[in-house]
């Protein structure tokens, strides 16, 4: 009795919304509703074929991400229904876990064939990108091997195709943004609907490294101005 | 021949209209004075008395701000704070709030101390009557000093330009001026009065659970036209325009809650007894997680207080206990246990009980199948900053399963209510989770 007294009191003296000490098991067990999609660290579910494993992605994407679901941002109602009455402090928490998580190897189904013609063409863009409509490569920010880059662009490689297409969708139709400027809504703006599902189809064959981390944040300026991509702060995550 | 000369029009009017006309003076007379009389209708004109705005009163209004949650239907999802333009989905159409910032031009830069008081006390604001969504109803239980302490807080608040969407109610509804008719039959004023056989604290209770925290809004049971029935306020109910049900608040139906529990659930979102899930988790999120521990304790004494109220009969079902058996109990234990125990005693302030919940064995049990189909999360708040969820199920499992899940928890241990059948979850998984 007496301990719980002083635990109890121990409780209060936190500063308000302080959040206590909490090891990976106990991150997992507080977060069983994520794990119901995207697998108990992040990894993937089996069978949650359309639905993006977490681990190993930066922070700092994680954080905006769940920013975006739970303030209108990104939409999907049921990450919406789950989270929007979190504040920063968890999400953040939330973000740095699955961030800390070692990458994964998608387990996910392979992607549709791809005709060598198109595969060509997909492997150009996403690497060299296309100076005359002033689209850079993909692995100008997302990095060489689509492993992803602190603090805020996420890795490519291996992603679900249905997964990729529908967010890369969800720009162009609106339904998706990021905190602005939203630098993949002006890329996803000089796609077309056929090359959407090129690059998707290749980037979900692409399969990483099994010790696969994001690059350290670039010194030189990345080459689009991105609201999302810029810093993050694991106490409070960032401000929009 | 002539025909038989029967009376004159005029006299016909004379001996008929003259009466109908009186008596339908003297009904509209009467319910206009029911509604709050012809005063509740004239908004106060311009006046240059300033609310006093020292840093107590701006304290006070803006702790009442927050129990009252203004930001809460007054903000966008992601939009700037007060700046109104949420949707209320209705039976009659969708409506927004509007913008509170003290911009003058769609806001309330313009509006008086004594605008804002007539405007909580009566519904009828600057720019005519407002409609029930907003919670006139409780808000006129506010004292003027604290209506003044709220509007003093909200002048403070940064000024942002730009009008909510234009409303999208149907028929009559979409016509302002009816709500005069509206509040003629089903609006009726009355007035708290401090109650010297009780306490100090069990008033203040009152004044808050009745006030300015509009408890009712939600826990009420709603008759014509959309009205809370005064005389039902507490029943509960499907809460309007959202698949959840609120559950009734009085001593019987809080029967299991001790004062503190009740307190401290208010404050952080958990108790042994449950976890604060749906709207309840956005109220405790936004709202009275800023409570007092004195006024949280306040509103717990009051609530406990409540005499009990009939329910609406429940339509006879059979008994889910007639559905348990050794497949459900295989279910249960695989995917349930781990948390809410195999006894259904879960683990306090982390995983809700299940056994004797009125959640999981309420006569509706939409609540219960929402949080089966989608899972849960009690909202973050200072004394739960980590919370645990509840992970959805929807898609993991056959609806047979979940069926026998839902039905084994409603029959198990206390637990004795009627069986789930396939149509109400079929029902359940249509439901808007946004």
């Not at chain 2, 209506?147 to 109610?169: C, H, K, M, S, Y």
Request: with cysteine; glycine share 10%; net charge neutral.
């Amino acid at each position: 009795m007496r301990l719980f007294a002083l635990l109890a009191l121990m409780a209060f003296a936190l500063p308000a919304g302080a959040l206590p000490d909490l090891d990976d098991e106990a991150m997992a067990e507080r977060l069983a509703a994520c794990a119901a999609c995207h697998g108990p660290r992040g990894e993937g579910a089996p069978g949650s074929e359309y639905y993006p494993h977490l681990a190993g992605k930066p922070a700092g994407y994680l954080f905006a991400q769940m920013q975006g679901f739970r303030d209108g941002r990104r939409h999907y109602p049921q990450m919406v229904y789950l989270m929007r009455n979190w504040d920063d402090a968890w999400l953040a928490r939330i973000a740095s876990f699955f961030a800390a998580q070692p990458g994964v190897v998608p387990r996910h189904a392979p992607p549709p064939v791809q005709s060598a013609a198109d595969r060509s063409r997909a492997e150009t863009l996403v690497h060299e990108g296309d100076r005359g409509r002033e689209l850079p490569a993909c692995a100008s920010c997302h990095g060489p091997q689509l492993q992803g880059r602190e603090p805020g662009v996420p890795a490519l490689a291996g992603l679900p195709t249905d997964y990729l297409i529908a967010q890369l969708g969800g720009w162009m139709t609106g339904a998706r943004h990021s905190i602005e400027p939203d630098c993949m809504a002006r890329v996803v703006a000089r796609l077309d609907p056929a090359e959407v599902r090129r690059i998707a189809t290749y980037l979900a064959g692409l399969v990483p490294e099994p010790d696969s981390r994001p690059l350290e944040a670039s010194a030189e300026p990345l080459p689009l101005d991105c609201g999302g991509a810029t810093r993050f702060d694991p106490a409070r995550g960032v401000a929009p | 021949m002539s025909a038989p000369k029967g009376p004159s029009l005029a006299t016909l009017l004379m001996a008929f209209g003259f009466p109908l006309f009186v008596l339908l003076a003297v009904v509209t007379g009467f319910l206009i004075a029911e509604q709050g009389g012809l005063a509740a209708l004239s908004v106060p004109d311009e006046d240059a008395e300033t609310p006093s705005a020292d840093a107590a009163t701006l304290a006070r209004g803006e702790y009442l701000a927050r129990l009252g949650d203004c930001a809460a239907c007054h903000t966008a999802r992601g939009g700037k704070p007060l700046a109104g333009g949420r949707a209320f989905r209705t039976p009659w159409g969708t409506l927004y709030s509007s913008n509170l910032t003290p911009d003058p031009e769609h806001g309330i830069g313009r509006w008086t101390a004594a605008q804002f008081r007539h405007a909580l006390a009566h519904g009828v604001g600057r720019s005519g009557l407002l409609y029930p969504a907003f919670p006139f109803e409780s808000f006129q239980h506010l004292s003027a000093d604290d209506a003044d302490a709220i509007f003093a807080w909200l002048r403070q608040q940064p000024e942002v330009a730009g009008a909510p969407p234009e409303n999208t109610l149907e028929g009559l509804a979409g016509w302002r001026p009816a709500l005069i008719g509206w509040r003629m039959l089903l609006h009726r004023p009355w007035a708290l009065r401090f109650d010297d056989a009780r306490g100090e604290a069990w008033n203040r209770g009152r004044y808050l659970v009745e006030g300015i925290a509009h408890c009712a809004m939600c826990h009420g049971e709603r008759g014509r036209l959309g009205a809370l029935d005064r005389s039902r306020r507490f029943v509960g109910g499907r809460i309007l325009g959202q698949g959840w049900v609120a559950p009734p608040l009085d001593r019987e139906s809080l029967a299991h809650w001790s004062r503190d529990d009740l307190a401290g659930y208010l404050r952080t979102g958990v108790a042994p007894q449950a976890s604060a899930y749906g709207p309840m988790a956005e109220v405790v999120g936004s709202s009275l997680r800023h409570l007092t521990e004195s006024d949280a304790r306040a509103i717990a004494e009051y609530l406990l207080s409540l005499p009990p109220l009939p329910q609406r009969p429940a339509p006879p079902a059979r008994p889910a206990r007639q559905t348990v058996g050794p497949a459900s109990t295989a279910l249960y234990e695989k995917h349930c246990a781990d948390c809410h125990g195999r006894d259904g005693r879960g683990r306090a302030r982390v995983y809700p009980p299940l056994d004797g919940n009125p959640q999981v064995v309420a006569s509706d049990p939409v609540n219960l199948m929402r949080v089966v189909l989608f899972g849960a999360a009690p909202p973050t708040t200072p004394g739960n900053p980590a919370p645990h969820t509840m992970p959805p199920f929807a898609d993991r499992m056959p609806e047979a399963d979940l069926l026998a899940i839902l039905n084994h928890v409603r029959g198990s241990w206390n637990n004795d209510a009627g069986e789930i059948p396939p149509y109400q979850l079929r029902q359940a998984r249509a439901l808007p989770l946004e």
